[in-house]
C-alpha cells in the first residue's frame, strides 16, 4: 500500500502561482511513476503531469505545458506541481496517483496505470 497525501492548494488570482506537493508513505516511493490529475466541476477527471521513477521523463497535457512543471525527490517522498500563470481553467480538485512504471509515455495519461490515489486538494483560480 502506498498513501498519498496533497496540499498546497487555494485560491488564487489568475497569473498567480501555485505549489502542489504529494507526500507518500507505506511502500518504496521510488519504486513508483507519479502522476497528477485534476477533475474540475462537472467534468471528468483529467491528465495533467507525469514523471518515471527517476524524474528523467516528464510528461505533460498541452494546455499545461510551458506553465507547470513536475518534479520529485525520492529521498523526501515527494512530488510536486509547480503551477505558474494560472488560468480559471486551472481550476479543479487535483490529484496525485502512484503507478507501476512504464517506458511507455502513453501510460503515463491513462489514470487506469495508477493504483494509488491522494484525496486531492481544490486549486481554484479567480479572474
Known amino acids: 500500500q502506498v498513501q498519498l497525501v496533497e496540499s498546497g492548494g487555494g485560491l488564487v488570482q489568475a497569473g498567480g502561482s501555485l505549489r502542489l506537493s504529494c507526500a507518500a508513505s507505506?511502500?518504496?516511493?521510488?519504486?513508483?511513476?507519479m502522476g497528477w490529475f485534476r477533475q474540475a466541476p462537472g467534468k471528468e477527471r483529467e491528465f495533467v503531469s507525469a514523471?518515471?521513477?527517476?524524474?528523467?521523463?516528464?510528461y505533460y497535457v498541452d494546455s499545461v505545458k510551458g506553465r507547470f512543471t513536475i518534479s520529485r525527490d525520492n529521498a523526501k517522498n515527494t512530488v510536486w506541481l509547480q503551477m505558474n500563470s494560472l488560468e480559471p481553467e486551472d481550476t479543479a480538485v487535483y490529484y496525485c496517483a502512484a503507478g507501476p512504471d512504464s517506458y511507455r509515455s502513453s501510460w503515463y495519461r491513462d489514470q487506469r496505470s495508477y493504483d494509488y490515489w491522494g484525496q486531492g486538494t481544490q486549486v481554484t483560480v479567480s479572474s
Open positions: 514523471i518515471n521513477w527517476r524524474g528523467r521523463s516528464t
Open positions: 507505506g511502500r518504496t516511493f521510488s519504486n513508483y511513476a
